[in-house]
């Protein structure tokens, strides 16, 4: 089982910028993708950003330029750095050890997001 433990989401402004946090427990850190999730209120959970063992990222289109990840294997944690938020950001935010290209099954408690107008 992997334990995941995220953090840093908060209220900011819209055009601002937050950056999350999620430390990872277990040896499997450094051998499997990460990924950034996010839930809106009545929508589906959606993959927002992922970066491999070897440091290739990918994103969803509507971050592209705004959002980056990155990821500190000697301490077990991915980053998050979002900039220029939008109000459409506004969501939970979920990282997760990915098994391949599919989300691991487990999840942490998530990091409230929200960006006013």
């Known amino acids: 089982q992997v334990q995941l433990a995220e953090s840093g989401g908060g209220l900011v402004q819209a055009g601002g910028s937050l950056r999350l946090s999620c430390v990872v427990s277990?040896?499997?850190?450094?051998?499997?993708?990460m990924a950034w999730y996010r839930q809106a209120p009545g929508r589906q959970r959606e993959l927002v950003a992922s970066i491999t063992s070897g440091y290739t990222t990918n994103y969803a289109d509507s971050v592209k330029g705004r959002f980056t990840i990155s990821r500190a294997n000697a301490k077990n944690t991915v980053y998050l750095q979002m900039n220029s938020l939008k109000p459409e950001d506004t969501a939970v935010y979920y990282c997760?050890?990915?098994?391949?290209?599919?989300?691991?099954?487990?999840w942490g408690q998530g990091t409230q997001v929200t960006v006013s107008s």
């Open positions: 997760n050890a990915q098994l391949g290209l599919l989300p691991g099954a487990d």
């Open positions: 277990g040896s499997i850190f450094g051998r499997r993708t």
